[in-house]
């Protein structure tokens, strides 16, 4: 059985809720047709152009995807505790329908899709998340933030290419046949990317920070103090350098980039005790609605974005700036919200969490 949406833990779902701006935040940009210049973010114009860009490098971009994965870690463990020895196969089932919905979503709409990719980590390490020692999962964790460092070195740079070539196609076949090749490397450089996070948030799990955050706010107020202050240091060489305001030279663009990206790593930690301080005095309840429908919006945010802007569809990316842009992810988030607010009154779940209910569990409910 899968569990009620009123015995839900608060902090898991209010993080999911605040992550999805985050997602459209850092997803946006990759639609828009501007120059590109470093992590796919348009070669800024205007002085809010580089303010912008500065910001959501330092709060955003590489933050939003790793507090995604230590939330999926997070929930394996939790699903465990319900499901008791058919954890693991119900875990590796949920995963491959993820894998499923997520290449529609990567080859239809939208190939930086990472559902898929945490599906896939789903089926390959439902056994150790739900029976692996602490020491198997401090392991994991190790290596994933040693795959993270390696992988981020070659994003500082030089910038030129653009990171989805499929947005600047103007013909509908070859940018559904350019999503392809999108899609499945970017859910292999997904998975390795965040495999550390998924095993981190199953250490986390197993010791229940998030479930009853009141308990651990002393050690929460620590990682999210700590975790957001490093996320935004480690971010800001890269983002002056995409703002074009610092040029960090050949010899140190391997740094630059390795140290985005352990900031990413410490601003999911961060943000993820963030939600439990806010969890343990009153969460909104608006929040709280979008996060228990997270795959629903996270995959709507995709439809309007896709309808928009890539040069496919309406294009609007080839008129739109970097701060617009983000305007543009507010907004959508936002109506997302009052959405999500007013379906929680009515006590539906999202679609796309009803159809994924009904592949792994057989039911909706």
Do not use: K
Not at 230 to 256: D, N, T
Not at 266 to 272: E, H
Not at 288 to 299: N, P
């Amino acid at each position: 059985m899968s569990l009620p949406l009123s015995a839900r833990a608060v902090a898991p779902d209010l993080a999911r809720g605040a992550m999805l701006l985050l997602i459209a935040l850092a997803n946006v940009h990759l639609f828009l047709l501007g120059t590109p210049g470093l992590r796919g973010y348009p070669v800024p114009t205007d002085l809010a152009d580089r303010i912008v860009t500065v910001a959501q490098l330092a709060l955003v971009d590489g933050r939003a995807y790793p507090l995604f994965a230590l939330l999926v870690g997070y929930g394996a463990v939790q699903s465990a505790r319900r499901h008791g020895d058919r954890a693991v196969p119900l875990l590796r089932r949920r995963g491959l329908w993820m894998v499923v919905i997520g290449a529609v979503h990567g080859l239809v709409l939208f190939p930086g899709d990472i559902v898929a990719a945490y599906g896939l980590l789903l089926v390959v390490l439902a056994g150790v998340l739900v029976r692996g020692s602490t020491v198997t999962l401090g392991t994991v964790t190790a290596l994933g933030a040693v795959l993270t460092l390696l992988l981020g070195s070659g994003s500082g740079g030089p910038a030129g290419a653009r990171t989805l070539p499929s947005v600047a196609e103007p013909a509908v076949g070859r940018a559904l046949f350019l999503h392809v090749g999108e899609w499945v490397g970017g859910v292999i450089g997904s998975a390795l990317l965040t495999v550390g996070m998924v095993a981190l948030g199953a250490l986390a799990a197993r010791h229940r920070l998030l479930d009853d955050p009141a308990r651990h706010r002393p050690l929460l107020r620590r990682a999210a103090l700590l975790g957001l202050t490093f996320a935004v240091l480690a971010g800001l060489p890269l983002g002056l350098a995409a703002a074009g305001w610092w040029a960090p030279g050949a010899a140190f663009a391997p740094a630059v980039g390795a140290l985005h990206a352990l900031g990413g790593l410490a601003g999911g930690i961060g943000y993820a005790a963030l939600a439990g301080l806010v969890a343990a005095r009153r969460a909104p309840t608006a929040l709280l609605a979008t996060g228990r429908r997270s795959l629903s919006c996270y995959l709507a945010q995709s439809v309007v974005f896709t309808a928009l802007l890539p040069a496919w569809t309406l294009g609007l990316g080839a008129v739109l700036s970097v701060w617009q842009a983000a305007l543009l992810a507010v907004g959508v988030w936002s109506a997302e919200v009052a959405v999500c607010a007013v379906a929680d009154r009515a006590g539906g779940r999202g679609p796309a969490e009803v159809l994924l209910r009904r592949l792994t569990y057989g039911q909706a409910r």
